[in-house]
């Protein structure tokens, strides 16, 4: 039987015999592997008065859900469709805190009415708009303030959200006056504060840096009069994708809140998603063909851009292993390609790998975050199935699409109207 190579994170179970049954591309989790990291990051956070509220949208598959919410973590969602995934997954309302920069009406009302424990309040537009909602349900809405600490996570641009010239948050002058004049939003309870920096973060340095001012800035809140309940510091949490690179241990983070919010007495919040998943799923896929261009070896895989967009999207780096074994094999310096009409569609260049043909089975590794919930059909190519593995058993959590499924929805026009 043949293992999975590389991290023995699927121990015993035979991911060509599993390739077999369900096809390709194929998205693998470790059920095991996500368990042990919730449990880590509650044992580092022992002690404190804090709860994880996992960020759906690293993956939103309710089967991964399900599993985090019967390990004890909330759930941090930004649309109407992550506070329904989440419900329908098991997550309690109350551990539910929703963020983003555009909630519609619609949506806070939703949530609202679903009785979510916090929103995290990006501007002053959608505080008018929570009161608003707020007063028309009779109810009142918890609130947290989501501050912009301006501090530079050095992680990639596009995953950077802690700077002053990001669209996220807002800058403390500005947090200060809502606190201020609170009396004008009577049905919000705004009681606490809020920020997210940026993924990947590798180094804990900016973590600490922001957690400080946060730490600063609640103690003048309550020096003003305003009690704070509740501070989240958001997620961030980097992981490992490549050899060298070392994903800060749960213990570390840890040790860094306690010593910013020492003496802070409320709730602490952090908002993991990469940290949790994203090494705990594979994308499995399987060689089409191997090309040789006039100066490159390209590697075209049946996997592409719309199944995982990562590389394309950030030029981020997924270590790519053959699986089935790559002893003995002669090294080959491939460009791993999709099928996708696009020069972006490209997995690695130059990577250097055992040779492999057409017909081989491969696995990106590093695929469990911000990969399936990121998937699109384009160029027409119906979303990949997913399945979790637990105990060397495995479960279908996420039906391969079909065709008729993938076009749903779309129609000839015939039916016109008039706006
Ligand atoms: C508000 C907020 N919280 C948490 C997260 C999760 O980040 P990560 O997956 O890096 O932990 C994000 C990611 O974009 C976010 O925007």
Redesign the pocket.
């Known amino acids: 039987m043949t293992t999975y190579c590389g991290t023995g994170l699927f121990a015993g179970v035979d991911l060509e015999q599993l390739v077999e049954h369900e096809g390709t591309p194929l998205y693998v989790y470790s059920a095991a592997m996500i368990r042990s990291r919730v449990r880590a990051l509650q044992q580092a956070l022992q002690g404190l008065d804090a709860g994880i509220r996992y ?1 759906v ?2 993956n939103g598959n309710l089967a991964v859900l399900q599993l985090l919410a019967q390990a004890g973590a909330g759930a ?1 969602i ?1 649309s109407a469709g992550e506070l329904q995934r989440a419900l329908r997954a098991g997550f309690a309302a109350a551990d539910i805190v929703f ?1 983003g920069v555009g909630k519609t009406d619609a949506e806070i009302d939703m949530a609202l009415t679903a009785g979510i424990g916090r929103f ?1 309040v990006e501007s002053r537009a959608e505080l008018d708009a929570i009161q608003r909602i707020a007063v028309s349900r009779g109810l009142i809405a918890v609130a947290s303030v989501r501050i912009n600490p301006d501090v530079d996570a050095h992680t990639h641009a596009k ?1 950077s ?1 802690g700077k002053a010239e990001n669209k996220f948050g807002v800058a403390l002058d500005e947090a200060r006056t809502w606190f201020d004049h609170k009396a004008n939003w009577p049905n919000v309870q705004l009681d606490g504060l809020h920020m ?1 920096i940026g ?2 973060l590798l180094d804990l340095a900016p973590v600490a840096e922001a957690a400080q001012r946060m730490a600063e800035f609640c103690k003048q809140l309550i020096m003003a009069g305003h009690p704070i309940h509740s501070l989240d510091v ?4 980097g992981v490992r994708y490549r050899d060298g690179e070392v994903a800060p241990l749960a213990a570390a983070y840890a040790a860094i809140l306690r010593t910013a919010f020492a003496g802070f007495d409320g709730r602490l919040l952090v ?5 949790l998943v994203a090494e705990a799923g594979v994308l499995v896929s399987r060689v089409v063909l191997v090309k040789q261009g006039e100066s490159r070896h390209f590697l075209v895989l049946d996997a592409a851009m719309n199944d995982l967009l990562r590389p394309s999207l950030y030029e981020a780096w997924h270590d790519i292993v053959r699986v089935g074994g790559e002893a003995g094999r002669e090294i080959v310096h491939y460009d791993v390609v999709g099928p996708v009409c696009e020069t972006g569609d490209t997995f690695a260049v130059g990577r250097p790998m055992p040779r492999c043909e057409a017909g081989d089975v491969v696995a990106i590794l590093g695929a469990g ?1 911000y990969a399936a919930s990121m998937g699109s059909t384009y160029n027409s190519r119906p979303l990949p199935a997913e399945v979790l593995i637990d105990d060397s058993r495995y479960a279908v959590v996420r039906k391969r699409q079909t065709f008729d499924a993938m076009i749903a929805g779309e129609q000839p026009a015939t039916d016109w109207k008039q706006p």
């Open positions: 960020a949208k690293a941090d930004v963020s995290n995953i959200t997210h993924s990947q958001g997620g961030g949490l908002e993991p998603g990469r940290w975050a």
